[in-house]
């Protein structure tokens, strides 16, 4: 190994961290030069013979060498000393997050420390405030060889660091370790978990609608109405079942599929009133008579006749036809054939034999509802209590008796009164 240069070796000197270095040839002579002075030797009398001096007390411990007074000495022939051992310092890559963005990933911050000298708290100190986080945080950290994967070890405490620090000075004394070496530190903390919106599946009711539609569906598929409505002794729409499936849904007390809620329907709120004050004049009049009266469409028939009047030529005439119209009218609404009950129950038994209409046909005849025109006066309530009917069967019951009690005698009567009526209006 070759020399250190003396510069080096002076430096290190100085400040103690080598030997002293060996004099040069230079210093050798100059020291000499100042030894002989001291001493006297340069004076050119010194070989004469003259009276000794008398030496100075600070040279009496100091005999004049033996030796010429400019004879060099020889060479120094000690060993050289060994080079002082020079002390490596660990500086550590540490890779840090960043801050979060508004994507929620932070760049990675890259900082380097001396693990020698560094202290625990002041290393997990300029970590934190790289990440600009608070101390309460928790911290942990993987070797660059770790996986992605990899379980992250803890960095909390003192200890954690200074074991940490082992073991990165150990792969940087390594000389295997071909890679670069840094540390990772990840944060631990789990972040704020952010309110989750619910999903389709979470707020819809699938399965409630499901078991509904189960508890609601018609065992006879004759009586099934379609995919729109749903049957269970009485029909269900499907807005309806809607609107028992959510409440369902949300577990309010009091409602199932025996007692479904009331809606109100803003498309039907008009025919619905129109209905309620049906029921309640009808209930009114039932109340207030025991007398069943049918005025078979007596009404509209009248209407006609007024409407067709107008056409007549002399007021005379229009008022004589008017009356007598109006009279026959009343005739032949009397002497218009009235359909049996039986009739209607047979041909509602044929169109739907399950629903067995024809056990409710005694019971109607002992409530006075001999013929179809006395259906019309009952509401709903009366058949279900009274007759015992089932709910699902009163509507499709109360339609086809209307129709019988319409059909066929408005027809003859309104013929006959188109005759007598042209006849009456013919010119002379």
């Known amino acids: 190994m070759p020399p250190r240069p003396r510069n080096n070796a002076v430096s290190q000197y100085l400040l103690g961290l080598g030997p002293q270095p060996p004099p040069t040839n230079q210093e050798i002579a100059v020291a000499q030069m100042q030894y002989n002075l001291d001493h006297d030797f340069v004076n050119p009398h010194f070989d004469q013979n003259h009276p000794a001096y008398a030496a100075h007390p600070a040279y009496a411990a100091h005999p004049a060498p033996l030796q010429p007074p400019f004879a060099l000495p020889p060479p120094y022939q000690g060993q050289q000393p060994a080079p002082a051992a020079t002390v490596k310092s660990h500086v550590l890559d540490v890779r840090v997050p960043g801050p979060a963005t508004k994507d929620g990933v932070g760049a990675v911050i890259s900082i380097r420390v001396n693990i020698d000298s560094l202290l625990p708290q002041d290393f997990l100190a300029r970590v934190c405030a790289n990440m600009e986080v608070t101390a309460e945080v928790k911290l942990g950290w993987k070797s660059c060889d770790a996986g992605k994967r990899a379980e992250a070890n803890r960095l909390e405490t003192d200890d954690d660091v200074r074991q940490a620090f082992n073991e990165f000075i150990t792969l940087l004394d390594s000389t295997r370790h071909s890679k670069a070496v840094y540390m990772i530190i990840v944060n631990l903390t789990k972040p704020e978990e952010k309110k989750a919106t619910p999903k389709n599946s979470e707020t819809t009711c699938t399965e409630e609608f499901r078991k509904l539609k189960q508890a609601l569906q018609c065992a006879n598929a004759k009586h ?15 807005r309806t079942m809607t609107d028992l499936n959510h409440t369902q849904h949300d577990k309010e007390p009091g409602v199932d599929e025996n007692n479904p809620p009331k809606v109100l329907q803003i498309d039907t709120l008009v025919q619905s009133a129109k209905e309620r004050e049906e029921r309640s004049t009808r209930r009114a009049k039932a109340a207030s008579s025991s007398v069943q009266v049918n005025l078979g469409g007596l009404v509209g028939e009248v209407a006609e006749l007024l409407k067709e009047s107008r056409n007549v030529i002399g007021e005379g005439s229009g008022v004589r036809s008017h009356k007598r119209a109006a009279s026959e009218l009343s005739d032949t609404d009397d002497d218009a054939e009235a359909v ?89």
């Open 224 to 238: 099934h109405r379609g995919r729109e409505i749903w049957c269970f002794v009485r029909l269900v729409l499907l």
């Open 340 to 428: 049996p009950i039986a009739e209607v129950v047979d041909s509602l038994h044929r169109r739907m034999p399950d629903l067995q209409y024809k056990q409710y046909e005694a019971k109607l005849q002992n409530k006075g509802i001999a013929y179809a025109n006395a259906i019309g006066q009952f509401d709903r309530v009366f058949y279900e209590h009274e007759v015992g009917m089932l709910p699902g069967s009163i509507g499709e019951f109360m339609r086809v008796s209307k129709r019988y009690g319409k059909g066929k005698n408005k027809k003859r009567v309104r013929v006959a009164n188109d005759d007598e009526a042209n006849k009456e209006n013919r010119p002379i």
